[in-house]
């Protein structure tokens, strides 16, 4: 398959960062069971979100933001349909991944974890908020997956690029993000998110206070 072809079908969306994860090695760390040996890469795209709408936020999730959220989710959710019939007009199978669906409500996850497949196109890494952080935006973007047979080169990681940075931790209200990156506390984020989003019936679990820009990365004097 031309890489051409999704490099221009990606600039035709407005999508700036894509890239291919292979799956042939990693596909039992990071595939369900029954799509193992189906798919040979994974085809990772990121929209930005909005500076605007973020910046608005004070002390939690607001309705301005539960929309942006929904509408970029519905679109990265149209791409990826679009894209994997593209493949599919190619002779090649596209999986759209659900951008933002649970699958599994006892173990809280999606079809598969898009950070990870983002870590393997070399997207970005995963920062001390827990959340893949990009150079070029920061955490401020959602993710999307198409998983295909086509023969794509696959991307490297790339390495932590936080440096010093630590602004993330004095943002996020349940005191969840530490320094040490392996101590982040998944549990009392998760509470924080469900309170509030109860209290202020945003009838949505999110948060996104802690999505910094790529200026965070920038001022912790990483020179
Ligand atoms: C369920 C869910 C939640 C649950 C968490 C449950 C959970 N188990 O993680 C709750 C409601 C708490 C939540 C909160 C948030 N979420 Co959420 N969430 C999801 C969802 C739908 C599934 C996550 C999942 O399957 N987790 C299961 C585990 C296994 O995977 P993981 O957590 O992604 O990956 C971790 C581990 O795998 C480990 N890891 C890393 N490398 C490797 C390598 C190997 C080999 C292994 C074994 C592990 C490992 O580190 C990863 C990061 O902690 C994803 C979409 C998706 N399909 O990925 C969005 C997603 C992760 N959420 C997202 C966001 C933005 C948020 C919030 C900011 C809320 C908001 N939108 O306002 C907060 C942020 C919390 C935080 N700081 O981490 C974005 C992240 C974008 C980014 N820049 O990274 C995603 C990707 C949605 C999207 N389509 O863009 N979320
Ligand atoms: S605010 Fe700084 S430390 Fe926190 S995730 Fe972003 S770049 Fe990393
Ligand atoms: S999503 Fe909210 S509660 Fe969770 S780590 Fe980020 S700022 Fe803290």
Same mark, same amino acid.
């Given at each position: 398959?031309?890489?051409?072809?999704?490099?221009?079908?990606?600039?035709?969306?407005?999508? *700036?960062?894509?890239?291919?994860?292979?799956?042939?090695?990693?596909?039992?760390?990071?595939?369900?069971?029954?799509?193992?040996?189906?798919?040979?890469?994974?085809?990772?795209?990121?929209?930005?979100?909005?500076?605007? %709408?973020?910046?608005?936020?004070?002390?939690?999730?607001?309705?301005?933001?539960?929309?942006?959220?929904?509408? %970029?989710?519905?679109?990265?959710?149209?791409?990826?349909?679009?894209?994997?019939?593209?493949?599919?007009?190619?002779?090649?199978?596209?999986? *759209?991944?659900?951008?933002?669906? %649970?699958?599994?409500?006892?173990?809280?996850?999606?079809?598969?974890?898009?950070?990870?497949?983002?870590?393997?196109?070399?997207?970005?890494?995963?920062?001390?908020?827990?959340?893949?952080?990009?150079?070029?935006?920061?955490?401020?973007?959602?993710?999307?997956?198409?998983?295909?047979?086509? *023969?794509?080169?696959?991307?490297?990681?790339?390495?932590?690029?936080?440096?010093?940075?630590?602004?993330?931790?004095?943002? +996020? *209200?349940?005191?969840?993000?530490?320094?040490?990156?392996?101590?982040?506390?998944?549990?009392? +984020?998760?509470?924080?998110?469900?309170?509030?989003?109860?209290?202020?019936?945003?009838?949505?679990?999110?948060?996104?206070?802690?999505?910094?820009?790529?200026?965070?990365?920038?001022?912790?004097?990483?020179?």
């Amino acid at each position: 398959m031309d890489k051409n072809l999704l490099k221009e079908f990606f600039e035709k969306q407005l999508i *700036p960062l894509w890239g291919v994860a292979g799956l042939k090695k990693d596909g039992p760390l990071l595939l369900p069971k029954n799509l193992q040996g189906r798919f040979t890469s994974a085809v990772v795209y990121a929209f930005p979100l909005s500076d605007a %709408v973020i910046d608005l936020l004070s002390g939690g999730p607001d309705l301005i933001y539960l929309h942006h959220y929904r509408q %970029v989710n519905y679109l990265l959710d149209r791409i990826g349909i679009l894209a994997a019939e593209l493949l599919r007009q190619n002779g090649y199978s596209g999986l *759209p991944v659900p951008t933002n669906q %649970v699958i599994d409500w006892k173990e809280e996850k999606g079809l598969l974890s898009l950070r990870q497949i983002a870590i393997r196109a070399g997207l970005g890494w995963i920062g001390r908020n827990n959340l893949l952080i990009t150079p070029d935006f920061g955490s401020r973007i959602r993710l999307s997956a198409v998983l295909t047979d086509a *023969p794509l080169d696959a991307g490297e990681p790339i390495s932590f690029g936080c440096g010093k940075c630590t602004r993330c931790l004095s943002r +996020c *209200p349940a005191n969840a993000i530490k320094a040490e990156l392996g101590d982040f506390n998944l549990a009392v +984020c998760r509470q924080f998110i469900k309170e509030t989003c109860g209290r202020k019936r945003i009838g949505q679990n999110i948060c996104g206070l802690c999505l910094c820009s790529a200026k965070d990365q920038l001022c912790d004097g990483k020179t």
